[in-house]
């Protein structure tokens, strides 16, 4: 049965049903890519970095450079251990400290500190730094990653919560300039 | 006689409702050029049982794994030694993933080599390089679930590669670990890759290629002369199949059927003697006594990351991949036609050979890792006796402070200690007094400047010990202006005492 203009019922119906799937599938991706793209849009809620206590004064002693773990501000029940983040605390003198990430600013592998020669080293592709977090030798482009901080109660608190990487520093970690 | 005809039978009733009979034996029995009928052409059925054999095992594994940062690492610990036979499952899974890698690039190589990419099988290369691709991808998100302490670090290093896009840097690197930081979330999304994404992907890219070899017909064993032309290749290769042809089944399928049986025993008598990997230990991130090391087929790259310096390291990281996957894809375009023989191929040939003795080279190293200083070198390695026999108390203190400031982390000393930097035995012949003062205080060269943490009696002593460090019979390296400065001083002196 032909409609004017050569439009039968059936190709009607056909152009409808795509059509009308077309729509469902906008309606449908709308949420999914809302839901995918969850961990990009969930970082501008509250408590996602946070000031977070790394322990009282007495345990980083001046003109030391500790080892300081923290729980992550913001943790689900699975993530289990890995949600505790390692940092190093140094006393510079005994007012003045400076909060290092674990993450080599290279590739972000643990760097270890060798309070002996004085440097923090990394185990993966030898980059090696200064006791102030600068570049000393190897891949890194950069000194270490820095988080802010504050004492507060005598509690030494950091501003925490995402991973630092190269790329994207964070802009919770300041960069340090690397002195020549 | 009753049974197999009653087997028949059911056949018969079955085929009579799904009809698929013919057009199966049909495919199997498609003629195949003689010549393909080799030892040469049975990788890719190989690469396609090793898969299933990752399938079967895969859904093993999943039956007691649990994909949850909290959990997964004591459920590897039960599946190795709990559960009967756990570990050997894991084992065939881990090796098989090995084999199939191994497997895809001999594929890929011996496709190269005889010219099977060109006109008309282009699309099959390309979905070939997908495979690889997709294969890859498989064993990183499959050593991101064995999650453990190179699980979790190697993590790290992913998300500091994705960081480096520019713009988008930090939107993939949240996309990636599905949070601020590598956690639960993380796991999670790689198990969902691992078990369902990739697999789906591979089964479909798997499916077209096996499809269009069986539409095109396999490549013919390239001659020396035969050059491939879009105009006259597919009746050429009609009739050299249908003078020349035998049926897959059963004159060419026999040796893919010998060979696929000889892998998966080679990959169980791997997994029976050498056992499943790792875990190491687990995965958080507090303990940071580690070396993170990628399994075996990424350890090229983990080489590579180190070499590169600095300035060339994200654009080679961003760019690499892309020019190299780019150039995959237009190689039969590029090269649709012309000669199929590795004997007229040269540059192919030298092409294959320069990525082969790269990529095992960059593997060699990386198993060594020279790049990377040996922490404990300072209070494990002992400078050997020969470097203090007959030294001066000054020299030996010198000594004492090479080992304490940790120099021999970076240094050797009669092939101990670290290999980040040059090895000290002959350093006296290399460099003067007052250049071994520069170089300790300044560092340089990649090495770090010790100005700072050493007092000026512990440059002396290290310099008077670095001195002594040349072979016998050799003298020290020795500034030439400076002895004629000194000449000059005692020169003068004698003449000021007259």
């Known amino acids: ?180 | 006689m009753r049974l197999t005809k009653s087997i028949g039978a059911i056949g018969e009733w079955l085929d009579a409702r799904v009809q698929l009979a013919a057009t199966i034996r049909e495919t199997v029995e498609h003629p195949v050029p003689r010549e393909t009928a080799s030892w040469f052409y049975v990788f890719g059925s190989a690469a396609f049982v090793v898969f299933l054999l990752q399938i079967v095992t895969g859904i093993l594994l999943a039956l007691i794994y649990v994909p949850s940062a909290g959990e997964a690492w004591n459920s590897l610990q039960i599946l190795n030694h709990q559960i009967a036979l756990g570990w050997f499952i894991r084992g065939l899974h881990g090796w098989g993933s090995n084999f199939m890698i191994a497997i895809v690039l001999i594929h890929m190589v011996q496709v190269f080599l005889f010219g099977a990419y060109k006109y008309p099988r282009e699309l099959t290369w390309i979905v070939g390089v997908f495979l690889l691709l997709v294969t890859l991808g498989m064993a990183f998100s499959g050593q991101v679930l064995r999650f453990d302490q190179d699980a979790y670090w190697g993590l790290g290093i992913g998300a500091s590669i994705a960081s480096r896009v520019p713009l988008m840097g930090h939107f993939i690197v949240n996309l990636m670990l599905g949070g601020p930081i590598i956690a639960g979330a993380t796991l999670s999304r790689f198990f969902a890759l691992h078990v369902f994404v990739i697999p789906g992907l591979l089964i479909a890219f798997v499916g077209v290629h096996i499809l269009m070899v069986l539409k095109l017909g396999i490549n013919e064993w390239p001659m020396p002369g035969r050059v491939v032309r879009k105009a006259t290749y597919i009746k050429e290769y009609h009739e050299l199949t249908k003078k020349d042809g035998v049926p897959f089944f059963p004159s060419a399928i026999w040796k893919d059927l010998i060979f696929s049986a000889f892998i998966l025993l080679s990959i169980a008598v791997c997994a029976a003697y050498f056992g499943p990997f790792g875990p190491s230990g687990p995965p958080d991130p507090t303990i940071i006594q580690t070396a993170p090391r990628p399994d075996f087929f990424f350890l090229w790259l983990y080489a590579v990351l180190s070499f590169l310096p600095p300035s060339m390291e994200t654009p080679a990281l961003l760019i690499g991949p892309v020019v190299g996957i780019l150039g995959l894809l237009l190689l039969p375009f590029v090269f649709g036609e012309g000669e199929k023989s590795w004997k007229r191929r040269p540059i192919a040939v030298l092409t294959i050979l320069l990525v082969a003795v790269a990529l095992g080279t960059f593997t060699r190293l990386a198993v060594h890792t020279p790049w990377s200083p040996i922490m404990d070198a300072w209070s494990g390695d002992p400078i050997p006796a020969e470097f203090l026999h007959g030294r001066s108390a000054l020299e030996r203190q010198g000594a004492l402070v090479f080992q304490v400031k940790q120099c021999h982390n970076c240094h050797s000393l009669g092939e101990q200690g670290g290999k980040r930097g040059p090895a000290l035995d002959a350093v006296a012949v290399r460099l003067t007094q007052d250049q071994l003062i520069r170089q300790v205080i300044q560092g340089g060269g990649n090495m770090p400047a010790y100005g700072k943490n050493l007092s000026p009696a512990e440059t002396t002593a290290l310099v008077a010990f670095l001195e002594t460090l040349h072979p016998a019979g050799q003298s020290p390296a020795r500034d030439a202006s400076r002895a004629v400065a000194l000449g000059a001083v005692a020169g003068v002196e004698p003449a000021t005492n007259q």
């Open chain 1, 1 to 180: 049965m032909s409609l004017t203009g050569g439009v039968t019922r059936r190709d009607l119906f056909l152009k409808v049903g795509i059509f009308l799937n077309g729509i469902v599938g906008v309606i449908l991706a709308v949420p999914i890519v809302r839901y995918l793209l969850s961990p990009v849009s969930r970082e501008r809620k509250p408590g996602y970095e946070s000031w977070i206590a790394l322990g009282g004064l007495e345990q980083f002693p001046s003109g030391e450079t500790r080892l300081a773990t923290y729980r992550n501000p913001v943790a689900d029940p699975s993530d289990g251990e890995t949600a505790d983040i390692a940092c190093w605390v140094r006393n510079v003198n005994g007012q003045t400290f400076q909060v290092f990430a674990i993450n080599c600013a290279h590739l972000g592998c643990p760097v270890r500190w060798f309070p002996q020669s004085n440097l923090f080293m990394c185990p993966c592709h030898g980059g090696a730094y200064y006791q102030d977090g600068s570049r000393a030798s190897g891949p890194p482009e950069r000194g270490l990653f820095e988080y802010e901080y504050r004492i507060e109660g005598g509690k030494l608190l950091i501003r925490a919560g995402e991973m630092p990487t190269p790329g994207q520093a964070s802009n919770l970690v300041r960069e340090i300039r690397t002195c020549v």
